[in-house]
């Protein structure tokens, strides 16, 4: 399967095409969620409601027992890997290295199907399922919830797509027919064909440029605002408080990145397109650029690794430093009064 080949419509995926046959085959097949978590209540839920033939593997908690009062048979990993055709690997990627070779790979044979919902594991080696299963990959742009409420409201979602492993050259059709039972070619969905790289890549890119960065610029917001005489509760309210943040990152969803500035007024306009250069220096791009080159090298998957196999020291002392900062306090003040207390 073709990664960042071909042109925008070879990549863009709307209906099954030419697999419509095919669906019903793997509508009969057997399915397994392993992990009934945010992303595997919501994939399941999906499934059977297509029609398709759905149980859950996960350990015995809390989520196992959302699972049977959702109405679905729960097993064991193991067995019900062993008793289906199609396998959703859906818990966290930390943990999944060491249950693919506890309870995965053992009740493995010729000609099952893993599915993974995210490039992670597959693209770094972590996990290496043997010659003789397919594996493939449909990763939702789109948090758990968001994934069953589109579908309850027959719409459908955008998700990433891709071949991994073709060991009997029935994947593309089993990875399609999986997108139409979870409503993806369902209107305003679709899937784009990628890779495991890619998706490994967007994902953790995301998170390592604009997202962290938005954190620490708002902290540095409120360090100049109030300096000035903000006052925190205008400030937090200004940043992200008041849900208008929300409403702007809905605006670029259904609009366009630049085209939502046109529900601004003229002065935020003018004041957004020649303000918000000077903060793209050419510093920014090559640290950007480098963070990349450590994602597809592996050097932030081995750093990850040692940070957990060492307690997550790191992530402890950040979580701590973070909290210590006064906004949080002005925060916690204001959403109290908010109602807003525990969220």
Request: include cysteine; charge should be negative; charged fraction near 25%.
């Amino acid at each position: 399967m073709p990664g960042n080949e071909g042109g925008n419509s070879d990549r863009i995926l709307t209906s099954l095409g030419n697999y419509r046959d095919f669906y019903e085959q793997v509508k009969a097949s057997r399915i397994c969620i392993v992990g009934y978590g945010n992303q595997g209540r919501s994939q399941a839920l999906n499934l059977r409601d297509s029609g398709f033939n759905v149980v859950v593997g996960n350990i015995d908690d809390s989520y196992a027992e959302i699972a049977r009062k959702d109405g679905f048979r729960v097993m064991g990993i193991q067995d019900a890997v062993k008793l289906s055709d199609i396998i959703f690997f859906l818990i966290p990627d930390e943990v999944q290295a060491s249950v693919f070779e506890s309870d995965i790979r053992p009740s493995l044979s010729k000609g099952k199907t893993i599915v993974f919902a995210s490039g992670y594991n597959y693209f770094y080696g972590f996990v290496s399922p043997p010659p003789d299963v397919n594996v493939i990959m449909i990763a939702p742009r789109m948090i758990g919830w968001g994934v069953r409420d589109v579908y309850v409201r027959g719409m459908g979602f955008p998700a990433l797509v891709a071949v991994g492993q073709d060991a009997d050259g029935r994947a593309e059709g089993i990875m399609l027919s999986l997108c139409e039972g979870l409503g993806i070619f369902r209107s305003g969905g679709c899937a784009v064909r990628s890779s495991f790289r890619e998706e490994t890549l967007v994902d953790l890119l995301t998170e390592h440029s604009w997202a962290g960065a938005m954190l620490f610029l708002f902290r540095a917001y409120y360090d100049v605002a109030t300096s000035l005489g903000a006052s925190p509760e205008a400030v937090i309210l200004e940043l992200y408080g008041s849900g208008e943040l929300a409403e702007i990152a809905e605006s670029m969803r259904n609009m366009g990145l630049f085209k939502q500035l046109r529900t601004h007024s003229t002065t935020s306009q003018y004041g957004q397109l020649t303000r918000g250069p000077l903060y793209v220096t050419d510093d920014v791009r090559k640290t950007l650029y480098n963070e990349a080159i450590k994602i597809l090298n592996g050097e932030f998957a081995r750093e990850w690794h040692q940070e957990q196999v060492s307690g997550g020291t790191v992530l402890r002392m950040s979580l701590r430093l973070s909290s210590e900062h006064p906004m949080e306090r002005e925060e916690e003040r204001l959403y109290r009064i908010l109602g807003r207390e525990g969220n």
